[in-house]
């Protein structure tokens, strides 16, 4: 019965990494199979599963980790972004939609995601409009327009809206 539990586990460690790429959840779930043949071979033994689980796991962060990662970062193309937000800031990207101040979020697309973000000058920057990240709040991006000028947005007219 445990050794499904931890091909459970696993299986949803696997599908966390697919989502994220970091490289972490994926030695977990390696671990939690190492865990899950021990338990098929020592049903009882569960300390023993919980260390063969963190033992794989921990060697294959140390390990591996470093080595599976850069192969995939050269894989794409080498670009590499430094910590969670590091490589946001400073990203040129276009408008989606109008973004606005604090209160009207707009869309941006930075690698090939849709993200939210909010003028920097609680100003509407059109749709279509080329924005540099000047910093990130929360899931929000702090957006300003890379060559400094804020349109000036009127209200929707047929579904479209107009600059001046």
Not at 4 to 27: K, N, P, Q, R, S
Not at 63 to 76: G, I, K
Not at 154 to 163: A, R, Y
């Amino acid at each position: 019965m445990l050794t499904i539990a931890w091909i459970t586990v696993g299986v949803v460690l696997i599908g966390v990494e697919v989502h994220h790429l970091a490289f972490y959840a994926l030695f977990g779930a390696v671990g939690c199979f190492a865990a899950a043949i021990v338990a098929a071979l020592a049903p009882d033994a569960i300390a023993l599963q919980v260390i063969a689980a963190v033992v794989v796991a921990v060697l294959g962060i140390l390990l591996l980790r470093p080595a599976v990662s850069e192969a995939v970062t050269q894989r794409r193309g080498g670009a590499r972004t430094a910590g969670v937000h590091g490589g946001l800031v400073g990203q040129e990207v276009v408008t989606l939609d109008t973004v606005g101040g604090h209160g009207e979020v707009g869309h941006v697309r930075l690698a090939g995601e849709r993200w939210r973000a909010v003028s920097g000058n609680d100003r509407p920057i059109p749709a279509g409009t080329t924005v540099l990240v000047t910093a990130v709040q929360g899931t929000t991006l702090v957006v300003w327009p890379v060559d400094g000028h804020f349109p000036h947005v009127l209200p929707e007219v047929n579904g479209e809206q107009e600059q001046s």
